[in-house]
């Protein structure tokens, strides 16, 4: 086994260090080592979203990140989108347009969502589809979730 | 995935040292979008990961005042498309760059993986060809460069020996009235590996073609140059169908496809000639601008 590796971190605002084997996903260090399984594995191979995070503002496949690359990094879960009280304006909007039904895909596509709204705020349907082309979902067949997103964006569909 | 050590050379010295020492035990990781895939699946194996995302030259990315373009091997594509400047010089490029992968592949992928990656059906390839683009690459001998056309000698396989490290991407400055285009035929709108694609440039004097290039993608074991097609268009006109069609044909005998569970054969070869004719339209249209 090779040694631990150290690293320190920014994740949902809060300094954090954790020590990770060199071959551990963020994924993995984020569900196995830290407790936040909020982010989900899907396929583990970058195709299907549901371990979506931010790094760096940048969204990315957590499955795909090595915890050893994350030193001095900011990353934003699904469990750092929502404020203290209440929920972030995409999962309301999720809620009311019944985006999900299993709810395996609902958190990636939540992170890619607002990484979408934080750098155009006001996306067509074209937009927003192509964007989240790289986040799966087997139950809703994507509409109702284009309608969530769009509507948070305050665009009509 | 299997156990290995990770290390962070921070110049390229230290790199290439461990490449050399450590031969095939040793591999580079910049978006770890194919490495992690293939490391964790057990399709390759490493000892050592070295992450050269900390290397200044590999992480670089410039504009040139003559217009030419260097591409750190490590720059993740988003980086490419999201600086203005550079995505006006090089549609043709940003072409390929927008459509590997989703938004959070194109967020760690790098064209430098793309090209080592080595696939038949790689979307930058095409392109980097088309452009003219040059590998350079640093060795524990010194350096050297190699045209992209020349990299790529096998499905999976790259002209790397041992030691060796791909450190950037050099694009010539396009000369005026130049445009590129990229295409790929996929049968959905996104998230798909190409069934045959072509990367072509061309500059104008008029609606004279003075110069161009074509390369064709996922129908060979490599990306190819086609030197035939681009010559089929030099000294003729824009507008001239039976030039274009000379190009597309040249493109389609240099095609040596496969039939896989992506297309057979014969789609292949019909593919890639309207893949030509339709991405050299495009490259037109932009030369015009």
């Known amino acids: 086994m090779s040694k631990k590796i150290q690293v320190s971190t920014t994740i949902n605002g809060e300094p954090v260090e954790f020590l990770c084997e060199s071959n551990q996903s963020l994924l993995e260090v984020l569900r196995d080592g830290l407790n936040m399984t909020g982010s989900k594995e899907g396929c583990n191979n970058g195709n299907c979203g549901a371990c979506s995070v931010l790094m760096d503002g940048r969204l990315v496949n957590s499955c795909l990140v090595l915890g050893a690359e994350c030193e001095d990094t900011k990353i934003t879960t699904i469990e750092g989108i929502a404020p203290k009280e209440g929920l972030h304006p995409l999962q309301q ?47 809703t067949g994507y509409d109702k979730i284009i309608r969530a997103v769009l509507d948070t964006a305050g665009v009509s569909s | 995935m299997q156990n290995f050590e990770y290390l962070k050379p921070t110049t390229i010295e230290q790199a290439v040292a461990v490449l050399y020492r450590e031969g095939e035990h040793a591999k580079a990781l910049s978006g770890g979008t194919d490495l992690i895939v293939q490391l964790r699946e057990g399709r390759r194996s490493a000892k050592y990961v070295l992450d050269v995302k900390k290397i200044p030259d590999l992480s670089q990315l410039t504009l040139n005042n003559d217009g030419s373009l260097i591409i750190g091997a490590a720059i993740p594509c988003h980086q490419i498309y999201g600086n203005a400047a550079i995505a006006a010089s090089f549609p043709g490029l940003m072409d390929s760059f927008t459509l590997i992968g989703g938004t959070a592949i194109q967020g760690r992928a790098s064209v430098g ?148 569970m992506r297309g057979t054969v014969e789609q292949r070869v019909h593919l890639v000639g309207v893949m030509v004719k339709r991405a050299l339209a495009i490259a037109i249209e932009r030369a015009n601008r």
């Open chain 1, 93 to 139: 909007k999720f809620l009311e347009h019944a985006a999900l039904q299993c709810g395996i895909c609902t958190p990636g596509f939540i992170v890619a969502a607002k990484a979408l709204l934080d750098t155009n705020p006001h996306p067509t349907e074209h937009e927003v589809r192509y964007w989240l082309a790289g986040n799966l979902c087997r139950c």
């Open chain 2, 113 to 260: 993986g793309n090209l080592c990656t080595a696939s038949p059906a790689g979307d930058s390839i095409p392109s980097l060809i088309a452009h003219r683009a040059v590998c350079v690459i640093a060795g524990t001998g010194g350096w050297r460069e190699v045209p992209v056309e020349a990299f790529c000698t096998a499905p999976g396989r790259n002209g790397l020996q041992r030691g060796e490290l791909l450190v950037s991407l050099r694009i010539p400055a396009q000369p005026a009235h130049s445009g590129g285009a990229y295409l790929r035929f996929i049968p959905r709108n996104e998230m798909d590996i190409a069934v045959a694609s072509a990367g072509v440039t061309v500059t104008l004097d008029g609606n004279t073609i003075t110069n161009a290039r074509v390369a064709i993608g996922a129908v060979a074991p490599t990306p190819l140059l086609v030197i035939e097609a681009s010559a089929a268009l030099i000294g003729n006109s824009t507008s001239d169908t039976s030039a274009i069609n000379a190009c597309a044909v040249a493109a389609q005998a240099a095609a040596k496809p496969i039939t896989d």
